[in-house]
């Protein structure tokens, strides 16, 4: 059975930083690329970066360019996210999702296959 269990969400002011964790197990997670998603309250599930499998590229949405660092460890099943300079329109369920090599690039939340429960970020301004 596949799960992604996200952690290290939290309260923090403007201009504060967070580093978000996505441990998976049961899947090949080697093989998999892995993206960050999130979603405010009334929004639809935004894309936030994504990560090819092997760590070497990485895509980002552009309301998050140069502020967070999407990160992945093949030997510890995780991918990261590193957020810096937070705004209070960062505020939202973050969540990690796996999709098949095939839809590497995508920024779908439909082309990822498997997903976490998410982990709130409150940003206060």
């Known amino acids: 059975q596949v799960q992604l269990v996200e952690s290290g969400g939290g309260l923090v002011q403007a201009g504060g930083s967070l580093r978000l964790s996505c441990a998976a197990s049961?899947?090949?997670?080697?093989?998999?690329?892995m993206g960050w998603f999130r979603q405010a309250p009334g929004k639809e599930r935004e894309f936030v970066a994504t990560?090819?499998?092997?760590?070497?590229?990485?895509y980002y949405a552009d309301s998050v360019k140069r502020r967070f660092t999407i990160s992945r460890d093949n030997a510890k099943n995780t991918v990261y996210l590193q957020m810096t300079s937070l705004r209070p329109e960062d505020t939202a369920v973050y969540s990690c999702?796996?999709?098949?090599?095939?839809?590497?690039?995508?920024?779908?939340?439909?082309?990822?296959?498997?997903w976490g429960q998410g982990t709130q970020v409150t940003v206060s301004s």
């Open positions: 999702g796996a999709g098949n090599a095939a839809v590497w690039g995508a920024r779908r939340p439909d082309q990822y296959t498997y």
């Open positions: 990560i090819n499998p092997s760590g070497g590229v990485a």
């Open positions: 049961g899947l090949t997670f080697r093989n998999y690329v």
